[in-house]
């Protein structure tokens, strides 16, 4: 989840901001496996190109309001191959009853460690949601620090926002809004639900976020699929 | 019917209930008024957990066996809005009539 960079999800230190907006709720019994890309253009503000990190994570709830996911993480890039380059703990806390009250809540806790560095990320984020007939409204608010010998110490924070329409199970257009460290990117997303029988489901999301500011790539695409069991 | 309908306050959601029983709802059809939040408890008496579950409500929530969970829907236009149980999808299905 939310690890940032500057603030939005789930992210390396000083890594890419734009990564998944999460939604403040726990399915108690089932299992997840999930996978997620994000692929960017030329960083203005860490010089890599094409920098790619991929999140392979497995989800299981430990109490009716509580899920656990454990990732490893691997980037590449245009000058780097393919290799695992961190380890991350997330906890998310459902806090209230979807449409109990006029906002859903929920919190999201992550702890994330850069392989072989002494350079630890720490990261809490408020998680809000808002249905509004057939739309819904989710922001991520999220406060990071960053620590160790090998990465500067410094306070970060983010927002993520996303507004879907639930046109089909299979097809939800959304927007979303990335703000964090030297990240400004709004752009089209989408994803759906595939029912696959027997308590299984496949659910998927991709995005095209578009850098508004002088220090956001260009453009990021991230990618998402997630086999629930 | 184990449908109870009722107003627990002037201010609070109208609350229902739903029983799920040898895998099926019931009541299989529940009438709630529009443009209103409601209290739903459902409570399932089978051993075996089961999951309410409907994308026209935007609702997924599991009930363990012999436990009860509070759903809230709405405030919903007028039309229906189908329900089922994702554990006993054959069986356990209903649908929520908004008037």
Known sequence: MLALNGFACGVLADGLAIDKVYHPYVDPLAWELEWRVTHADYNPASDIDREEVHRFGLAKAVAPELMLEGYLIAERSANQDLKIEGYELEALWQLTEQGEKSLDYGLLFELEKERGQNAWEGAASLLLERELGRYSVTANIELGYEWGEDIRDEWETGLALQARYRYRMILEPMLEFYLGEDTVGLGPAAQGNIRLGGMKSLHWQTAVVVGVDGTTPDYTLRGLLEYEF | ?99
């Open chain 2, 1 to 99: 019917m184990a449908f109870v309908a009722g107003v627990a306050s002037a201010q609070a959601a109208p609350e229902y209930t739903l029983v799920i029983r040898d895998h099926l709802f019931d009541p299989a059809e529940l009438v709630i008024p529009s443009d209103t939040r409601v209290k739903l408890v459902v409570h399932n008496q089978d051993a075996t957990p089961e999951e309410f579950e409907s994308y026209e409500l935007n609702r997924e929530k599991v009930i363990l066996g012999g436990r009860k969970a509070t759903i809230y829907i709405g405030p919903l236009s007028p039309g229906t809005y189908p329900f089922f149980g994702e554990f006993n999808p054959r069986t356990a299905q209903g649908k929520v009539i908004v008037e």
